[in-house]
């Protein structure tokens, strides 16, 4: 879409299209959102997911990373993610009445800062957005459908546009386990508040997840270690 969202910039970079810019975006610690200059092919890489505000201009595009979740979400993921008869509780960040639908309160996700998760009283229609994954703790309740942002991004289709290979995230790991492919490895990283980025070994099988998007050093390795963020 054609809106510029001004201020808040983290750096800026050429780049070639929209899905560059983001890319370059998931890349990089503290990028939540970009705006496109399609004219002369510049890349502003923000902190905020709506930029510090916006405005029409022509010749440029904006999104931010959580904006085509849902979207780009398969079927399974659907089925995976979304939680029903189930509460995160606490870490509230704001909540919001008359909301209809999962959707509805996914997408009040998708442009507030530092959201990472929603329930929804499916009864009283009030969303809930969480700053905390899972909340501080998930139980059983009848009345309430809950999403984690970062499952329903691990199973998009662009899961990979940040990918590495051969190369090894060092320095920052927060967890680890053993796993049978990187997309498991991506999902692992979806349950831990801060894991930004996972490594992993499809030789050994091996899964480290990190808290930083290129942990605090990069490394090159043979065997077939392949490395992304999970932005």
């Known amino acids: 879409w054609y809106q510029r969202r001004v201020r808040e910039a983290v750096v800026s970079t050429q780049s070639t299209g929209i899905q ?3 890319a370059k975006c998931a890349d990089r610690d503290g990028c939540v959102s970009v705006s496109f200059n399609t004219g002369k092919k510049y890349c502003e890489l923000k902190k905020k997911r709506m ?49 209809n639908s999962i959707e509805e309160c996914l997408a009040f996700c998708q442009i507030t800062d530092d ?9 009283t229609k009030k969303c809930y957005l969480k700053n905390k994954r899972n909340g501080n703790g998930v139980s059983q309740y009848n009345q309430a459908t809950s999403v984690n942002m970062a499952c329903m991004a691990a199973g998009r289709s662009t899961t990979h546009r940040c990918e590495h290979n051969n190369m090894v995230f060092g320095g920052s790991v ?8 990187l997309e498991a490895c991506v999902a692992y990283c979806s349950n831990f508040n801060l894991c930004e980025s996972v490594s992993y070994n499809r030789s050994s099988k091996s899964c480290k997840a990190n808290s930083k998007r290129k942990g605090l050093r990069r490394l090159l390795a043979t065997a077939g270690p392949v490395s992304t963020c999970t932005a």
């Open 115 to 123: 959201c990472q998760s929603v329930t929804l009283n499916t009864v």
């Open 174 to 181: 927060i967890g680890s386990t053993s796993i049978g492919t």
């Open 20 to 22: 560059e810019c983001l």
């Open 51 to 99: 930029g510090f505000m916006m405005y029409a201009i022509t010749d440029y595009q904006s999104a931010n990373l959580m904006c085509s979740v849902t979207d780009s979400a398969s079927i399974n993921t659907w089925k995976a993610c979304v939680k029903v008869n189930t509460n995160f509780g606490g870490s509230d960040l704001v909540s919001s009445q008359g909301i």
